[in-house]
């Protein structure tokens, strides 16, 4: 049996978690089948992968917020609204953190994007310039 691609895997795994199957079992499948075809080293970019293929194909997203400070009601309706119509989704889920160490300002993830407008990652730019 020839050995699935990393992006053969995440479209199996997506088709079968979009199909309803059931999630732990498919889970369980994937980790066996990571171990057994030494592509453990590659979990993070399938785990990506997955959920870039689900965010495509159901226009939802789970979003990393990394904030300074613990974001008020209307700052998380406004991330989720720019999310929204930047990325083309339908639905946006916030996870959050507070890192203080940042400043000011806030870090996105998604799946395939970062953005990082922290005054700290500001700070370090602006130290570089002047090098």
């Known amino acids: 049996m020839a050995k699935l691609s990393r992006r053969q895997l995440a479209e199996n795994?997506?088709?079968?978690?979009?199909?309803?199957?059931?999630?732990?079992?498919?889970m369980h499948q994937l980790a066996a089948y990571m171990i057994t075809a030494?592509?453990?080293g590659q979990s993070e970019l399938i785990?990506?992968?997955?959920?870039?293929?689900?965010?495509?194909?159901?226009?939802?997203?789970?979003?990393?917020?990394?904030?300074?400070?613990?974001l008020s009601?209307?700052?998380r309706k406004e991330i989720?609204?720019?999310l929204t119509k930047t990325l083309?989704?339908?639905t946006v889920e916030l996870d959050t953190a507070v890192d203080a160490s940042l400043l000011g300002g806030l870090i996105l993830?998604?799946?395939q994007y970062e953005l990082d407008t922290t005054i700290r990652t500001k700070l370090a730019k602006l130290a570089r310039q002047e090098q």
């Open 13 to 26: 795994t997506t088709a079968r978690l979009l199909a309803g199957d059931d999630r732990q079992t498919v």
């Open 38 to 40: 030494k592509m453990t």
């Open 47 to 70: 785990i990506n992968d997955i959920a870039t293929a689900l965010q495509t194909l159901t226009g939802h997203s789970r979003v990393m917020v990394t904030s300074a400070r613990p």
């Open 73 to 75: 009601p209307t700052s």
């Open 80 to 82: 989720e609204s720019y």
């Open 88 to 90: 083309k989704l339908k």
């Open 109 to 111: 993830q998604t799946p």
